[in-house]
């Protein structure tokens, strides 16, 4: 498995980047989200990628986030009937983010809007991973839509790092609130959650 690319950036398409490795050339599908992040021609680059083999072709794709290669992994293993290609249309079409709100809010309305993805595939992305994602991809969502103070953004990540672990919103809320007035402003996330996790 090809996991990732470090190289220099040749060629950079909004659908495709063609890199120089070693002297390898290597072309990868991207999503229009990692086109916006991509460096000039001739630069070089990082690109994380996931290998799909098929029986008539290899296909790498490519990304420049880990968000956006989990949440097309996420796509292509768990939800029937999408693709690679739907996958990239999706991560073209709404951020990482909006799409875990969108879910967890059962937006099937914004879901559809995606290029190649109708009415019975977003019905069918919401009851294959609101669990999956649930109720934290709906505080996320919600907290990107504010901008929020280092300080407060802090808080946030704890909490979403606490609810990965299972913790229900409300007491990841109140345990890094009762963790930062005891460590003071300045504990980073680590801190934050590992003390929430001694109480808890």
């Not at 021609?41 to 029986?55: N, S, Y």
């Not at 934290?136 to 407060?152: C, I, K, M, N, V």
Request: hydrophobic share 45%; glycine share 8%.
């Amino acid at each position: 498995m090809i996991t990732f690319l470090h190289g220099k950036l040749v060629e950079a398409l909004p659908t495709r980047v063609v890199m120089a490795v070693n002297g390898v050339g290597y072309e990868a599908l991207i999503p229009l989200s990692s086109y916006d992040k991509l460096p000039q021609p001739g630069q070089e680059l990082k690109l994380l990628t996931h290998l799909v083999v098929r029986e008539d072709a290899h296909v790498l794709y490519g990304f420049m986030s880990s968000p956006e290669r989990e949440l097309f992994r996420l796509l292509i293993d768990t939800v029937s009937g999408i693709g690679p290609k739907i996958a990239l249309n999706v991560l073209s079409g709404i951020s990482v983010t909006a799409f875990r709100g969108a879910v967890a809010n059962q937006d099937i309305k914004v879901l559809s809007q995606i290029s190649g993805v109708g009415k019975k595939t977003a019905e069918r992305i919401v009851v294959e991973l609101k669990d999956r994602i649930g109720a934290a991809g709906a505080w996320e969502a919600l907290s990107a839509q504010r901008a929020l103070s280092p300080e407060d953004q802090k808080i946030n990540d704890a909490v979403l790092a606490l609810m990965a672990l299972g913790f229900k919103q409300v007491e990841a809320h109140d345990s890094v609130r009762k963790a930062q007035a005891v460590l003071g402003a300045s504990a980073l996330v680590e801190d934050l959650v590992r003390a929430c996790l001694k109480k808890g």
